[in-house]
């Protein structure tokens, strides 16, 4: 834009008056709303052309006991850059090195019969090809978005195959995140087509951002819960599943 000022001949007592101008040009936005539901319709459908993965003989270690492990690793943001004058503090390849070093600890231990394995709250950084989150803030990263999510694609699945040649059954359950809430929603869609021939293992891979699971008298809640208020969260479970709230003591 442009401002510009200048003056005129008046018949006032100054015998000049003051004139004003401004321009400005505007160049059109191209509409990028993107449609969600179409997006997501065209991902089931192709993810039944997947080849899936050959079934893994199943080979449990003898659980102690009929327990459940839970696994939720958050807010892992792989393609994520934070650097500084004394170099790279955080990147894909740390965030992957934590991402077993924390789930290896913890199952190299365990002797539970049944896993669920969360994926998702913020597993990845950004969303789409211009490297912002999924309602568009600017992230500073360290590959594109296919590179991020091929990496991705890679350490589920050997993390996976690992996982259903241990424990008696395996449940997947997606929460998205508010980083890459179109991005996991793809990623354990796909898992779940090339897993879909393994029999010991099972998605819950719908598009809700809350989901609940009931395992006897325990009711577990899954969210992200970024947009959610401080004086909605302690009510989301009685009110969004009354039934399994009222059969469990510990939610």
Known sequence: YQISIWQQSSDNPTGKKDLYAVKAKFKKIIDTKINYEKIIEDIKELSQQIVPFENIPT??????????????????HINKLVEDESGIKYNSEEAVRRYYSAINDIVNIDYSENIILVIGEDFFNIDNLQKTTTRGTPQSTNSNFYSMYQLGFRVTTEL???L????????????????????????????EAYFRNQHNITFNSDSKYRKY?????SLIGFGH????????KPFL???EVPKEFGETKYR
Not at 59 to 76: A, C, K
Not at 165 to 185: A, M, P, R, W
Not at 213 to 217: F, P, T
Not at 227 to 232: D, R, Y
């Open 225 to 232: 819960l970024n947009t959610e208020t401080k004086q909605q």
């Open 164 to 191: 259903v040649s241990k424990y008696t059954s395996v449940e997947v359950i997606s929460v998205l995140g508010n980083h890459d809430t179109l991005s996991t929603y793809c990623l354990v869609v796909t898992l």
């Open 237 to 239: 479970m009685s009110n």
């Open 213 to 217: 699971k009931q395992i006897g008298n």
């Open 160 to 162: 996976i195959k690992q």
């Open 59 to 76: 080979q449990p270690h003898i659980p102690t006991n009929s327990d459940t492990l839970l696994l939720n690793v958050t807010d892992l």
